[in-house]
RNA sequence: GCGCCCGUAGCUCAGCUGGACAGAGCAACGGACUUCUAAUCCGUCGGUCGCAGGUUCGAAUCCUGCCGGGCGCACCA
């Protein structure tokens, strides 16, 4: 019995006292009975709180609740044991058959297993880094990429349909710098005060100069957009195969130059005009997005004729719910949360429900600690970890691992001596460990002449203390993924995962599974290799929700 | 000045969106391998959940005000 299926019953059951009328309800039933599990074992396999949420609704105690309900259980099929404790808690104990049976549900389920379709129907954008083109991506960048790239992994498995897109700041006053920049570099100036200085730049000009030596032959407007030109595109593949080396594959690429190119700038601002938040003051073109709770209105076009940036923003908003998207969702590092109220506001004058339509999360910049000592991160001063080098430290597993286990908006610090030191200071070595040992027990199992059959087994048999955990814990999954979904946050799942992991250890450190020496097999073992079988299934799906391999050895 | 985020064990951090005595890892100390991977397991030590009020059957969680830290407030990009 899964604690989806607990709830079901839980529900049916209070609908069917209310329908006999021995319970009256002010207001609508809940929609949803939520089952936790409980810290001490006493309590329980599972425990509810219905009865102490429907008190006021029904003008009753709550205990007087909890026991009618616990008197409709008592004989549900599954359920082994109920009682009302405390204020009004309803505890259950699941039957050892029916605790048992999620194991060889798990297995028949096989890779599926933990994904649902709560967001069937769904087309959500995920936009994420949009760096501009001008250097190569730092750690900085890093934490968007492992977790933009989980969101979107976990929200699939929630059933979405999810676009993975990256906005190319490829157009304004940043690349003419850059351009410039890499202009003076090649001909062997100092770089101007306000351009980019990193080592790349240098080691770009002069590249870009070999191969293209006519390039340094221009005039010099015309030089500085070549070089600016070329430097992008240069720029483009390096952090294209940079994201790729770290499993982070976008479906689009977004060109914000593309985007006035063909017009949907103004084919943006044209729609925004329609919905009748627009006006015209002091010659430019405002947006009156202090009508949604931003605190200032914005311009779009300014009295000298030229787009802002703000512009480009609200098209491209339009544009991503012409493809179809809702919810976009944008994921901003914490030097950007003044954003949040702004890109509401361009739903808003959209048309749209911000609620519903847009999803800005804010995420807090990453400290970077080497040594002890913090490491400040600036590309225009040239002081830059870049992706590629922090993954050739630590490889991509640990690093996508880490940056994966805490809430985005919890600010966090990257130990660059602890991410790559290959010890079990590192969970994910933790997790990684445990699908190990589970692949080790399967190989041998083969070895035996044994295989775990879900159809066979007798699921009564696992009524060991750690194989319960084990079990429940397992049943777990499709709820965490869908939460993690829900709140796009896959921390969640990395949680579960060392949690499983700890509980399958545990499992291993008493329940024997293979027979030893010359044993016959016996119907405990084949009950056990199902156990196994579903928890690497369990650990091995999760890993995958985190771009995380799940090692057959280590 | 206005706004957003954070403050939980010595350190790094969880805390299931209000539940039953506050958790994990690391660090410290002590145990467990002749058979499925010891990258593991078990035990001990460790907290006025920043402070003060409020909401209620019940608050680390929600509200208000302080204190401390990070960040942001352009016809810039």
Redesign the pocket.
């Known amino acids: 019995m899964t604690p989806e299926q607990l709830s079901r019953v839980v529900a049916d059951a209070l609908a069917a006292l209310v329908a006999e009328g021995a319970l009256v309800l002010h207001g609508d039933l809940p929609r949803e009975v939520?089952v936790?599990?409980?810290?001490?074992k006493e309590?329980g396999d599972y425990?509810m709180?219905v009865a102490?949420?429907l008190a006021k609704q029904a003008g009753r105690p709550p205990r007087e609740i909890a026991e009618l309900l616990a008197a409709r259980l008592a004989s549900a099929t599954g359920i082994a044991h109920v009682e009302v404790?405390?204020?009004g808690?309803l505890?259950v104990r699941v039957g050892a058959g029916a605790q048992g049976a999620v194991a060889g549900a798990i297995v028949a389920a096989g890779e599926a297993y933990g994904r649902s379709d709560v967001l069937r129907g769904r087309r959500v954008n995920v936009e994420f880094i949009s760096a501009n083109p001008t250097g190569p991506l730092h750690l900085g960048h890093t934490r968007w990429a492992a977790l933009g790239d989980a969101i979107g992994r976990v929200l699939a498995a929630a059933g979405a349909q999810v676009t993975r897109e990256f906005y190319i700041?490829d157009?304004?006053?940043?690349?003419d710098k850059f351009g410039a920049s890499l202009a003076a570099a090649a001909a062997g100036q100092p770089v101007p005060d306000d351009g980019y200085h990193g080592d790349y730049v240098v080691e770009l000009a002069s590249q870009i100069a070999v191969d293209r030596p006519e390039l340094s032959e221009l005039p010099a407007d015309e030089r500085v957009a070549a070089f600016r030109d070329e430097g992008y595109r240069r720029q483009l593949v390096e952090q294209r195969a940079q994201l790729d080396g770290f499993r982070t594959h976008f479906d689009v690429w977004a060109s914000e130059s593309a985007l006035h190119d063909d017009d949907r700038v103004k084919h943006g601002i044209e729609r925004l005009r329609e919905q009748g938040h627009l006006y015209e003051?002091?010659?430019?073109l405002w947006m009156r997005t202090t009508d949604f709770g931003d605190?200032?209105d914005r311009?779009l076009v300014?009295?000298?004729g030229?787009f802002?940036?703000?512009a480009s923003d609200s098209a491209y908003y339009v544009d991503k719910r012409e493809r179809g998207f809702s919810p976009c969702i944008y994921l901003l590092g914490?030097?950007h949360?003044?954003y949040v109220n702004r890109l509401r506001a361009i739903a808003a004058c959209a048309g749209d429900d911000p609620d519903r339509d847009i999803d800005v999360l804010?995420g807090?910049?990453v400290k970077v600690v080497r040594g002890g000592q913090e490491l400040r991160l600036s590309r225009r001063a040239g002081t830059i970890l870049s992706l590629q080098e922090v993954v050739d430290l630590t490889g991509v597993d640990a690093l996508r691992y880490t940056l994966c286990r805490?809430?985005a908006?919890?600010?966090?610090?990257v130990d660059i001596d602890l991410v790559t030191r290959?010890s079990?200071?590192n969970?994910v070595?933790?997790v990684q460990?445990a699908h190990?040992?589970l692949?080790?027990?399967l190989r041998?199992a083969v070895g035996l002449g044994l295989a775990a059959d879900a159809d066979t087994y007798d699921p009564a048999l696992l009524a060991h203390q750690r194989e319960g955990d084990l079990l429940r814990a397992l049943a777990d999954l499709p709820r965490v993924v869908e939460?993690a979904a829900a709140?796009r946050?896959p921390?969640?799942v990395a949680?579960y995962l060392?949690e499983t992991a700890?509980t399958f250890?545990?499992f291993?450190?008493e329940?024997?599974?293979?027979p030893?020496?010359d044993e016959e097999a016996g119907d405990l073992h084949r009950a056990r290799l199902v156990l196994v079988a579903a928890t690497r299934l369990v650990l091995g799906n999760g890993l995958s929700l985190l771009g995380v391999t799940a090692p057959?050895?280590?």
């Open positions: 939520r936790e599990r409980p810290k001490v309590h425990a709180n102490l949420q404790a405390g204020p808690f505890n700041n157009r304004g006053a940043q690349m003051a002091d010659g430019a605190d200032r311009v300014r009295s000298n030229a802002t940036y703000f914490a030097d949360h003044g804010i807090q910049l805490f809430p908006d919890s600010p966090m610090t290959t079990n200071d969970p070595y933790y460990y190990a040992r692949s080790s027990i041998n939460q709140l946050e921390h969640r949680r060392e700890a250890h545990r291993y450190d329940c024997r599974v293979l030893m020496g057959e050895r280590m």
